[in-house]
């Protein structure tokens, strides 16, 4: 596959990782997700998950993070939530602000740029300058700085 891709899965069709059945299903989802990249010889994953409002989901994607680096020292980690929904990062790369305090970024986002379809905001993103990113988009730039940190 081009870059060395070794595919992608769904989030809800992760197999949950089994060791230490007491974190969260997320952190779990993180872990398994890890261990799939390793069983298949990757070196790095990458993965964004909508926060939809739940704020501990934040917090155990956050802390499967570390537990993934940790657990797995010798995968690179590119991972984050975004604040609320995916949407609100392409708002964000549109330069808009506020982007991640919109209550139905989606719709926003079809009302403001007429963007609906996955094709239309595949390319929105790739046309996207990055260095226009509006200050207050922050789940997307510790996103960011994540693939920064991975990628160099």
């Not at 990458?46 to 020292?73: H, N």
């Not at 604040?83 to 209550?103: K, N, P, Q, V």
Request: with cysteine; hydrophobic share 40%; aromatic share 4%.
């Amino acid at each position: 596959m081009a870059g060395g891709s070794k595919g992608g899965l769904i989030w809800k069709k992760i197999r949950k990782y089994r060791a230490q059945d007491h974190r969260s299903p997320e952190r779990r989802n993180v872990l398994g997700l890890a261990l799939a990249a390793r069983e298949a010889g990757c070196h790095v994953i990458c993965f964004a998950r909508d926060r939809d409002r739940d704020t501990r989901r934040e917090e155990d994607i956050g802390a499967g993070i570390e537990d993934a680096q940790a657990t797995f020292s010798d995968l690179r980690v590119i991972g984050g939530v975004a604040i609320e929904e995916s949407e609100a990062w392409i708002l964000a790369l549109l330069g808009d602000r506020r982007s991640e305090e919109h209550a139905d970024a989606k719709k926003h986002l079809e009302q403001t740029h007429s963007l609906s379809g996955c094709e239309q905001k595949v390319l929105a993103v790739k046309e996207a300058d990055l260095n226009a990113l509006p200050d207050d988009a922050a789940s997307l730039r510790m996103w960011l700085r994540r693939a920064g940190e991975v990628l160099g």
